[in-house]
């Protein structure tokens, strides 16, 4: 594509959203990429400009089944359609601004994505193929960044329920805009998102979206000429490089390992929103509607005991028994190692902590039996806190005696 010297936002948005552009239609907006773009071996397309240790990534597929047209509804600042099909602002807003990056000659490599949409290529195909083949090209990268985000001012640091940037180089990038932005916890998954063991920082920032996949979705051009702006403007190699990588251990499930946890997960109503990808020669699907951080989760570890606080649910010792072997690794969870002893308890009730008492299984059940009678089940001496089965319902003594006894048993 030849720019003029100028090149106008609103112009170059409206003709990379005259269709909708499926997963396999990729090809049909090679007009708009610029002169000397490289097609990889998987499809995707990409430019490098000057000297630069930052990624810029974006997704030329949009969220649709079919090769549409879209029938363009203006209204001041405010891009739509005539509600007959999505818009495909997701994501040709972000490839708007890549492409005026490019036109301003930034310094940065620029990743134009296919069959980032879930919804025909099951999700960040072109990303994940090419990593997959190639991860060596990607070492070099610091911060992989991309505008995929709805609506206005967030800034990333979670997806796929890991910590993907530091909040230190969220909240330097912050002090970079001169458009209000904020930290968010709260995102799913871009592109970026599959370089997480590999880069750093890697984020996904709000770009003027709205109501993305639907075919109310609208766009605000006036934001989005405003970012592209600020973008321009930002020295991104100064920004401040802190996140520790940590790498997933992708073999930790197998399919019945895989089919206990789903089980667990649908007991505390966590599942159907979000999902991770685990390659063991099939496909695995973790799914959950939580970001297990957010929800004050700590992972203690002593000898081959792993033990996993959720203060915010009932779960049953049984049940994390099982979560504890993998949700570490999966969701990469700090381990709080400053708070091991040789000694721990296990209990999981809401708004409590025992694990100050630090005994075994036997000391506690003597301890347990000597505070209740026949028909209670309290864990502490002097807490109104009692033991429960997965449904809520209060378990007696002789109930709780039988389940520490099968734990002894079991560790025998």
């Known amino acids: 594509m030849k720019f003029k010297n100028t090149m106008n936002i609103k112009d170059t948005f409206l003709k990379l959203t005259e269709y909708t552009i499926p997963f396999g239609e990729e090809h049909t907006l090679e007009k708009y990429l610029p002169n000397g773009f490289i097609k990889d071996s998987v499809g995707n397309y990409y430019i490098q400009i000057g000297d630069s240790d930052t990624l810029f990534t974006t997704h030329l597929d949009t969220f649709s089944s079919k ?13 739509k359609t005539d509600g007959s099909t999505i818009l495909g602002g997701d994501n040709k807003v972000g490839t708007t601004i890549l492409l005026y990056l490019i036109h301003n000659k930034k310094p940065g490599t620029y990743y134009f994505f296919i069959g980032e949409e879930p919804i025909v290529s099951g999700g960040l195909y072109g990303s994940t193929k090419i990593y997959n083949e190639n991860p060596n090209f990607f070492k070099k990268f610091k911060r992989a960044i991309a505008f995929d985000r709805r609506e206005k001012g967030s800034i990333i640091t979670r997806q796929m329920g890991r910590k993907c940037c530091s909040d230190e180089f969220a909240n330097d990038l912050i002090s970079k805009f001169s458009l209000p932005h904020f930290i968010d916890t709260t995102g799913y998954y871009t592109d970026t998102a599959v370089f997480m063991n590999t880069i750093p920082e890697c984020t996904n920032i709000s770009c003027g979206v709205y109501n993305e996949h639907y ?41 019945r390992e895989y089919d206990k946890i789903n089980d667990i997960f649908d007991k505390y109503s966590l599942i159907n929103t979000n ?4 390659f063991n020669g099939v ?13 004050n989760i700590k992972i203690y570890i002593s ?9 915010e649910y009932n779960i049953t010792f049984e049940d994390c028994v099982e979560l ?29 902590d025992i694990n100050s008492l630090y005994m075994d299984w036997e000391e ?24 429960v089965d997965t449904t809520g319902i209060i378990l007696n003594k002789k109930q709780v005696n039988v389940f520490i006894d099968d734990i002894l048993n079991k560790n025998k």
């Open 275 to 278: 999902k991770y990808e685990y």
């Open 364 to 387: 506690y059940l003597r301890y347990f039996n000597t505070i209740n009678n026949d028909n209670t089940s309290f864990a502490i001496q002097g807490e109104s806190i009692q033991w």
């Open 215 to 255: 075919n109310d979705e609208y766009v605000d051009i006036e934001y989005v000429e405003k970012l592209a702006n600020d973008v321009l403007k930002i020295d991104w190699d100064s920004i401040t490089t802190n996140r520790n990588i940590k790498q997933l251990n992708n073999d930790i499930i197998t399919n």
């Open 324 to 352: 504890d072997r993998t949700l570490s690794y999966m969701f990469g969870v700090q381990v709080d190692y400053d708070h091991l002893e040789d000694k721990d308890i296990i209990l999981y009730n809401d708004g409590i």
């Open 67 to 79: 090769y549409e047209k879209v029938n363009h509804i203006i209204d001041e600042n405010i891009i």
């Open 303 to 311: 000898g081959n005991t792993f033990r996993m606080v959720f203060r």
């Open 283 to 295: 496909e695995d699907f973790v799914e959950y509607n939580g970001w297990f951080e957010d929800f």
